[in-house]
């Protein structure tokens, strides 16, 4: 078991959105599964881990609490997690600490940071309300997607305002995060599924929006909307995803979720738990700088799996998501692989 030490001022009601994404389910859900492996402890004497109880950048603006709680560390050696929340993520520059964050540049990104998956509800259990099964190979790959692809100008106008007030934000430090290159993520991702579709080498199934889950207000469009998006995935075998305004896609874990193969355009994504999961197995990972076109680089996959191949990589791809990448097994995963430090270093 590993024994966490935090500031529990912080775990109230007001900051639930905020928390350190295990202190949710250990504190507010009581998950009985994640209370079999980690404990929340009052003496930091005890503990193997300190943990920053919210979000960096509510954390940080508390000067006393956060440097009473750096300073505990310190002097008691013990590692921090800390979790930078938003679209970006943030970079901190604590000595022995482990930042756990949602997107990021590999290139970019030091050894100890850890990436979340974006973590999704069972779509079996709450929209497609169906058992899991796989689908049999087709002659032609067979590519899904449902949602926002604008190749507009006055779309992208609106993404490069949003991005500069954005940016006013980080430089009067109203918002902390790591800077980036600005990317009109519809934009590019409507250029990329037209290029597809006029493909024969490769099938589409697209339902493409020009707002956000197609503008919808009401309950019932909300409902609607996601029905549809989740038909999509389950009835094609591959659903292409790719960044949005953060480089990584929450649609790659919905894919993953309902048991298909996500098709991944690579923007130097860094995925969770690299070296623990071999991705290759899992997902058809696109090289967007290749003289192959995305088309032929999917078909060229889809030629090279047989029927029980294709079958049985969707079958692992759910039983991946349900081990590793649902909130209580993927914190499952991180407890067994700091515990191995734990024991290493005692």
Not at 228 to 235: P, S
Request: net charge positive; glycine share 4%; aromatic share 14%.
């Amino acid at each position: 078991m590993i024994k966490l030490y935090t500031d529990n001022t912080f775990l109230t009601e007001a900051n639930r959105a905020f928390v350190f994404p295990l202190l949710f389910d250990l504190v507010y859900v009581k998950n009985e599964f994640l209370n079999q492996y980690y404990s929340i402890v009052d003496n930091i004497e005890e503990c193997n881990i300190v943990v920053f109880p919210v979000d960096y950048n509510i954390f940080c603006r508390k000067t006393k609490p956060l440097n009473m709680l750096c300073l505990k560390a310190k002097t008691n050696s013990k590692p921090i997690w800390l979790y930078t929340a938003g679209d970006f993520g943030f970079t901190v520059y604590i000595p022995n600490s482990y930042n756990f964050r949602l997107g990021g540049f590999d290139s970019k990104l030091n050894k100890n940071t850890f990436i979340l998956p974006s973590f999704v509800n069972d779509p079996y259990k709450t929209v497609l309300k169906q058992s899991f099964s796989v689908m049999p190979k087709t002659e032609l790959p067979v590519i899904g997607f449902v949602g926002h692809a604008n190749t507009g100008i006055l779309n992208y106008i609106k993404s490069y305002l949003s991005y500069l007030k954005l940016r006013l934000k980080r430089i009067f430090k109203r918002r902390f995060f790591d800077l980036q290159k600005f990317y009109p993520s519809s934009s590019i991702r409507g250029k990329v599924l037209n290029k597809l579709k006029r493909s024969k080498r490769i099938e589409t199934n697209f339902i493409l929006r020009k707002k956000y889950r197609a503008g919808a207000v009401s309950q019932q469009q909300k409902e609607k909307t996601t029905q549809d998006f989740y038909n999509n995935i389950y009835n094609n075998i591959y659903t292409f995803c790719m960044r949005g305004v953060g480089n990584f896609s929450v649609r790659f874990y919905e894919t993953l979720a309902v048991g298909r193969i996500p098709v991944l355009l690579n923007t130097d994504c860094r995925l969770p738990l690299t070296n623990y999961i071999d991705w290759k197995k899992h997902t058809v990972i696109i090289d967007a700088s290749s003289k192959v076109s995305i088309a032929s680089q999917i078909a060229d996959f889809h030629n090279s799996k047989s029927d029980d191949e294709i079958k049985a990589m969707q079958q692992n791809n759910r039983l991946l998501w349900e081990t590793q990448l649902m909130r209580h097994s993927y914190f499952k995963t991180i407890h067994d692989l700091f515990l191995n430090k734990i024991e290493d270093n005692a």
